[in-house]
């Protein structure tokens, strides 16, 4: 008889890396029989695109965070991989970047979950250079950290010493009892992944009503028109310059003049624009998500690097 499957849940703020974590979890866990869940916070899930590694399926849930209304959609899921006929060892579940971990991670104690699921770590995705210009302002952050047994600071590539030093010192203060991890790219030492996890060692937390109650819109657009990708990285460098407190994070794919498909990603004041293969779209379409957001706006940024202008829409999505 199978054992229960392990759970683990990746968390963390927008753009912090939680896919890149997911995709070095799936080569520790190469040999072993895995399934993925994707949440994504609006109508198109950029991140299923972007999983890779040793998996069987993914399963995508969309139009919502895992904070909110998707809460049934979630069990439901779990209903369908409960009673697949070869159950897998391992399931990873990569929150959206505002969903409540401490909620998720409740879902696995119900009493039906609990004899099929084992949830073995809650493990926060925590952003080396772009967190203290996010976490005053967004109670998530906290929210996360606290959730959590095991938390990557992560992009220490490329984030200064002094960042690295200080946002520890920050995440320690909010949660104590964590055990704190240096990443670099999205990876570590996988032996922290077999630390047992300190159960009820934390008080719950409380919240008003007001802060749990997140403030962030998603926006998507979407164009038939081809993009000029210069003008583009251009015009998304300028913008990300002057509001990145407001714009926290861009994703999605556009098209240039031949067809060509390039990955549009951003979090903070850094965008990068690549081309990539094996991705077909028939529009471009980004997602935009952060706090007082205009159509309007994104609209008047997007089309300065449009080619030829053809017809184009842009909807709030939260």
């Known amino acids: 008889m199978q054992g229960k499957i392990s759970v683990y849940i990746i968390t ?6 939680k896919t890149t974590v997911l995709n070095h979890l799936l080569s520790h866990f190469a040999n072993e029989k895995n399934v993925v869940i994707e949440n994504e916070f609006g109508k198109i899930n950029i991140d299923a695109t972007l999983v890779n590694g040793s998996f069987e399926s993914v399963y995508e849930l969309t139009n919502g965070c895992i904070c909110c209304s998707i809460n049934n959609q979630l069990l439901q899921t779990l209903s369908e991989i409960d009673s697949l006929e070869q159950k897998p060892e391992n399931l990873f579940l990569e929150t959206t970047g505002i969903a409540d971990a401490g909620d998720v991670a409740a879902t696995f104690k119900n009493l039906y979950i609990e004899k099929t699921f084992d949830l073995k770590k809650i493990i926060c995705v925590v952003d080396a250079i772009n967190m203290e210009l996010y976490e005053k302002s967004n109670i998530e952050i906290h929210k996360q950290i606290v959730a959590s047994d095991l938390i990557l600071i992560n992009k220490t590539e490329i984030a200064e010493l002094e960042n690295i030093v200080s946002v520890k010192e920050l995440v320690k203060t909010i949660n104590p009892f964590a055990e704190i991890v240096l990443s670099d790219k999205g990876d570590f ?77 951003s979090v903070g004041k850094s965008s990068h624009v690549l081309p990539v293969k094996d991705i077909n779209i028939e529009k471009s379409q980004l997602v935009f998500i952060g706090k007082e957001l205009e159509l309007k706006s994104i609209e008047r940024i997007l089309k300065r690097a449009f080619i030829k202008s053809n017809r184009s829409v842009a909807e709030s999505i939260s």
Request: net charge positive; charged share 30%; aromatic share 16%.
């Open 189 to 265: 030492d996988s032996k922290f992944l077999t630390i047992k996890r300190i159960k009820n060692s934390v008080a719950p937390t409380t919240f008003s009503k007001n802060e749990t109650v997140h403030k962030i819109k998603t926006l998507l657009f979407e164009t038939d028109s081809d993009f000029d990708i210069q003008r583009l990285k251009y015009e998304l460098f300028k913008s990300l310059y002057l509001y990145y407190s407001q714009i926290f994070r861009i994703k999605g794919y556009v098209l240039n003049e031949k067809k060509e498909v390039f990955l549009v990603q």
């Open 12 to 17: 963390g703020f927008l753009g912090s890396g």
